[in-house]
């Protein structure tokens, strides 16, 4: 499973624990549901650290791909990167 899917399961399950430990005290459910997002970004910054962290990495490795595959088109766009299987076509002589 990856480290985003995580994290995010991981803040939505904590949004649920607190609405459920809020459900029996008596206040508008707006509030109720202000006070669960709020407690659950509080604790979420220091319970799921590692999670995050982690979804960091994975995040910035993306980058760097994709920031190394542009590159290489562009390269290869520009000329500069000859592929070894490409043949001069064939002019029918």
Do not use: H, N
Request: hydrophobic residues 50%; glycine residues 6%; aromatic residues 8%.
């Amino acid at each position: 499973m990856s480290a985003a899917v995580k994290y995010t399961l991981g803040r939505i399950g904590l949004f649920v624990v607190i609405i459920a430990a809020l459900w029996p005290v008596e206040m508008d459910i707006f509030l109720k549901l202000m006070l669960a997002l709020v407690f659950s970004a509080a604790l979420s910054f220091f319970l799921l650290r590692g999670w995050r962290d982690e979804m960091a990495e994975e995040m910035a490795g993306a980058a760097e791909r994709r920031r190394a595959e542009k590159e290489r088109l562009r390269s290869a766009l520009a000329g500069e990167d000859e592929q070894p299987d490409q043949r001069p076509a064939d002019d029918g002589r």
